[in-house]
């Protein structure tokens, strides 16, 4: 029965530091106890081997799912990794999206200050040409012709302002077109750019040109004959050409090869700048019927919407094309606007209503003297307040107040003068001095602090670039009784309900005549009676001083 080792420990090696580990353990105490009971107990070696497997089987068992576990524990964790990268991966597009965003929204902005400062880039000029503005000039050239003169350098400048505006702006399916015909432009421009400098640099140093540039360029001749064949189309026209080129050379037709092997080279330039062109054409008409409609703000709202519906009909319409650059357009569309102004001239006036007889007619001389009249008093009431309020301002604080102001200290973040809308107006009373003196409420100067509680929840919920709502901390009271009729009786405050109000309650301040009692709200919360929490309450000089804070609550969970 005696085994070498178990679950694959021994009793040299063993976490649980047992030298007996391999050997059977027999309940000696327990058997003898079921036979002197009378019970059946099976203590054979067959039984207890047979237990024995029973046992190693069912650890066995723990083991194995002990390791599933594992293994699924490590799968969930990876799998979660996995989610977590995902997760950081999209913010991180996201933020990269809003980052290109950003950088075109200021790209437009840099644009419009250099064209409003004179210092003009061509991707300005491009911009111009898309989005016209009431306050910059209408370019009239071709947009395409803003790479003429560029160096190298520029020309690449370019190329990188056009990749980002043709990456970011979609606010239109125009202007995708227009700036993928541009890119389509500038990448041919920019080539002819560098194989010009190739050349320049090869004659300066007496070389032959590069075989690229060779390849590249074509004979004299023939780039006359393509310039003078494609110049001058439409983008249908040179569509339409392209397909029968296309359809001969696939089927053996055409007899010169390289002849229009060279025009399909070329074909898709002139397509981009004959689209350049209606979009510049387009865009043309569409400013002129704006400038012509200034002055019927709905006419052009709708002339605008008509246009836009109508944007790619006009680019495609083979009629007009020849007739696109002509001035017989604009006169056209200019004819047709002040007809149309014509026809519905009047229509903006307002129909003239029959009333009753019976009714009072207005005089309009009256009316405008009434009004001139009412405006006048409105206007004298307010300089009457303002002169009031400058008056208040002017005025200089009594020594009382003077020496309230030293009691209380400067001016602290977070304080404010408090009193003059918080005083509560009470009930009539009556005196039995009232003869002798006259009854009148004494002067105040008060201070209420505000400022923020940093408790455990303001800490947890709130920082200082966003702090917690301010809380009132404290009152500071200065109750002016230099005439009082008995001195050596002194003034006594008293905490009065503010009706159903809980949050808020009264402070009644009472000292005898000549004076009236007076009475402020203030928040209803415990005080700090200690001094050294700043309470204060003394009567010197014939002024009260009432200083008080409130008590500050812990957070507890």
Same mark, same amino acid.
């Given at each position: 029965m005696k085994a070498n080792a178990v679950s694959g420990y021994s009793n040299d090696s063993n976490p649980f530091g047992d030298p007996n580990l391999t050997e059977n353990f027999v309940w000696r105490k327990k058997i003898d106890r079921a036979v002197t009971e009378g019970q059946k107990v099976d203590i054979s070696v067959k039984a207890e081997k047979k237990r024995q497997r029973e046992r190693m089987a069912e650890i066995e068992k723990v083991k194995k799912r002990r390791e599933e576990r594992a293994i699924e524990k490590a799968q969930h964790e990876e799998e979660m990794a996995l989610l977590a990268r995902e997760r950081a991966r999209a913010e991180f597009q996201d933020w990269e999206k809003k980052e290109e965003e950003f950088h075109f929204?200021?790209?437009?902005?840099?644009?419009?200050?250099?064209?409003?400062?004179?210092?003009?880039?061509?991707?300005?000029?491009?911009?111009?040409?898309?989005?016209?503005?009431?306050?910059?000039?209408?370019?009239?050239?071709?947009?395409?012709?803003?790479?003429?003169?560029l160096?190298?350098?520029?020309?690449?400048?370019?190329?990188?302002?056009?990749?980002?505006?043709?990456?970011?702006?979609?606010?239109?399916?125009?202007?995708?077109?227009?700036?993928?015909?541009?890119?389509?432009?500038?990448?041919?421009?920019?080539?002819?750019?560098?194989?010009r400098d190739a050349v320049d640099r090869a004659r300066v140093r007496g070389e032959e040109p590069p075989r690229e540039v060779e390849e590249r360029g074509l004979h004299a001749s023939i780039e006359g004959d393509v310039k003078n064949l494609l110049e001058g189309k439409t983008s249908t026209e040179l569509e339409e050409m392209q397909n029968q080129i296309e359809s001969q050379m696939r089927s053996g037709t055409a007899k010169v090869v390289e002849y229009w092997e060279a025009i399909l080279k070329r074909l898709h330039i002139y397509k981009a700048k004959a689209c350049l062109r209606e979009i510049h054409a387009s865009l043309l008409r569409k400013h002129l019927h704006r400038l012509e409609n200034a002055g019927a703000p @709905?006419? #052009?709202?709708?002339?605008?919407? *008509?246009? !836009?519906?109508?944007?790619?009909?006009?680019?495609?319409?083979?009629? +007009? &094309?020849?007739?696109?650059?002509?001035?017989?357009?604009?006169?056209?569309?200019? @004819?047709? #606007?002040?007809?149309?102004?014509? *026809?519905? !001239?009047?229509?903006?006036?307002?129909?003239?209503?029959?009333?009753? +007889? &019976?009714?009072?007619?207005?005089?309009p001389d009256e009316d405008k003297a009434e009004l001139d009249r009412q405006r006048e008093a409105v206007v004298t009431e307010h300089q009457r307040k303002v002169k009031e309020?400058?008056?208040?301002?002017?005025?200089?604080?009594?020594?009382?107040?003077?020496?309230?102001?030293?009691?209380?200290?400067?001016?602290?973040?977070?304080?404010?003068?408090?009193?003059?809308?918080?005083?509560?107006?009470?009930?009539?009373?009556?005196?039995?001095?009232?003869?002798?003196?006259?009854?009148?409420?004494?002067?105040?100067?008060?201070?209420?602090?505000?400022?923020?509680?940093?408790?455990?929840?303001?800490?947890?919920?709130?920082?200082?670039?966003?702090?917690?709502?301010?809380?009132?901390?404290g009152y500071k009271f200065n109750i002016f009784y230099p005439d009082l009729v008995d001195k050596s009786k002194a003034p006594i405050?008293?905490?009065?309900?503010?009706?159903?109000?809980?949050?808020?309650?009264?402070?009644?301040?009472?000292?005898?005549?000549?004076?009236?009692?007076?009475?402020?709200?203030?928040?209803?919360?415990e005080w700090e009676y200690s001094h050294k929490k700043g309470f204060k309450c003394t009567f010197e000089r014939g002024i009260l001083h009432l200083y008080f804070n409130f008590k500050r609550y812990r957070y507890r969970r």
């Amino acid at each position: 029965m005696k085994a070498n080792a178990v679950s694959g420990y021994s009793n040299d090696s063993n976490p649980f530091g047992d030298p007996n580990l391999t050997e059977n353990f027999v309940w000696r105490k327990k058997i003898d106890r079921a036979v002197t009971e009378g019970q059946k107990v099976d203590i054979s070696v067959k039984a207890e081997k047979k237990r024995q497997r029973e046992r190693m089987a069912e650890i066995e068992k723990v083991k194995k799912r002990r390791e599933e576990r594992a293994i699924e524990k490590a799968q969930h964790e990876e799998e979660m990794a996995l989610l977590a990268r995902e997760r950081a991966r999209a913010e991180f597009q996201d933020w990269e999206k809003k980052e290109e965003e950003f950088h075109f929204d200021q790209s437009k902005f840099r644009s419009e200050i250099r064209l409003r400062e004179g210092r003009t880039k061509p991707i300005d000029v491009l911009l111009k040409n898309l989005n016209f503005a009431d306050e910059f000039d209408v370019e009239l050239n071709e947009p395409y012709l803003v790479f003429k003169g560029l160096t190298v350098k520029e020309m690449e400048e370019l190329h990188d302002d056009i990749k980002m505006h043709l990456d970011l702006d979609r606010e239109s399916q125009v202007n995708v077109k227009y700036w993928e015909a541009l890119m389509v432009v500038c990448d041919w421009e920019l080539g002819e750019a560098r194989k010009r400098d190739a050349v320049d640099r090869a004659r300066v140093r007496g070389e032959e040109p590069p075989r690229e540039v060779e390849e590249r360029g074509l004979h004299a001749s023939i780039e006359g004959d393509v310039k003078n064949l494609l110049e001058g189309k439409t983008s249908t026209e040179l569509e339409e050409m392209q397909n029968q080129i296309e359809s001969q050379m696939r089927s053996g037709t055409a007899k010169v090869v390289e002849y229009w092997e060279a025009i399909l080279k070329r074909l898709h330039i002139y397509k981009a700048k004959a689209c350049l062109r209606e979009i510049h054409a387009s865009l043309l008409r569409k400013h002129l019927h704006r400038l012509e409609n200034a002055g019927a703000p @709905e006419q #052009a709202v709708e002339a605008d919407e *008509e246009l !836009d519906t109508k944007e790619e009909d006009v680019m495609h319409d083979e009629e +007009e &094309d020849d007739k696109r650059y002509s001035p017989e357009p604009i006169e056209h569309i200019a @004819e047709a #606007a002040e007809s149309h102004l014509d *026809e519905e !001239d009047g229509s903006f006036s307002p129909e003239l209503m029959h009333g009753n +007889e &019976d009714e009072d007619a207005i005089d309009p001389d009256e009316d405008k003297a009434e009004l001139d009249r009412q405006r006048e008093a409105v206007v004298t009431e307010h300089q009457r307040k303002v002169k009031e309020v400058m008056t208040a301002k002017a005025k200089k604080p009594d020594e009382l107040e003077l020496k309230a102001m030293k009691a209380m200290g400067a001016m602290e973040e977070g304080d404010a003068v408090f009193g003059s809308g918080a005083e509560v107006n009470l009930d009539s009373q009556v005196y039995w001095w009232h003869d002798k003196y006259r009854p009148r409420k004494p002067k105040y100067f008060n201070r209420v602090h505000t400022g923020y509680e940093w408790n455990k929840y303001n800490q947890t919920h709130y920082d200082h670039d966003n702090p917690p709502p301010k809380i009132v901390q404290g009152y500071k009271f200065n109750i002016f009784y230099p005439d009082l009729v008995d001195k050596s009786k002194a003034p006594i405050y008293t905490i009065e309900k503010d009706g159903s109000a809980g949050e808020t309650c009264h402070i009644r301040f009472h000292a005898g005549p000549p004076y009236e009692d007076i009475s402020f709200r203030i928040v209803n919360k415990e005080w700090e009676y200690s001094h050294k929490k700043g309470f204060k309450c003394t009567f010197e000089r014939g002024i009260l001083h009432l200083y008080f804070n409130f008590k500050r609550y812990r957070y507890r969970r």
